[in-house]
């Protein structure tokens, strides 16, 4: 059952830890990958904007065929945004994600490339802050309209995850980069993850 977003004083604002979230506008596929790094090859603009290199990027991943989902933190160890190439280096890789990773490397036939499974890979964006109402995001270069509704989701490596909710955009500040979103419907699992991420904080 969804829960409508609190407000008054119940709804204070959050700086740490920040919030992953998805908003389901970024995915791309590549059997690039192994336990310490991959290659995205996208079309030519079509990798996240304001990359630069050795920044620090979030995602969640997985596998065609496949419902388990891992995290990771990278450093981006090549960029070729013109030509839509990127190379990462896994700094972090959750514990779930560790396990995916060795489970579909032993599906690998080294003399056949074409059997390496197709990663997954979804960038997530950090909130500057948040609350149980909405949040606020930095790094933002998409698309989003002021008002236009959407659906996302909310990674923290917990036993909630995902963490999924309606919203809409509140504000896009392209100068700055960022959007500012309010919850529309939160289901009680968002909650109780977002509740965990609370509990933690204080």
Known sequence: MAKAPPGGNRDKRYYGPALRVDLLDNEHKTPLWSTSQLIVKAKPGGLPGGLE?????????????EREHGLFEATVAKLDAANGQLGLRFTWVNEGGHALIAKMTKRVDPKRPETRPIMKVTFTRSTINWSLSGFLLGGYWGELKNGQRFNGMIWMDKPQDPGVF????????????TVSVKFDEIP??????????IKKSV
Request: net charge negative; glycine share 6%; no cysteine.
């Open 166 to 177: 309606a919203g809409h955009a509140v504000r896009v500040n392209h100068d700055r980069h």
């Open 188 to 197: 009680d699992k968002t909650f109780e993850l977002l509740e965990a991420v």
């Open 53 to 65: 290199p050795d920044q620090t990027v979030t995602a969640v991943f997985g596998f065609e065929d």
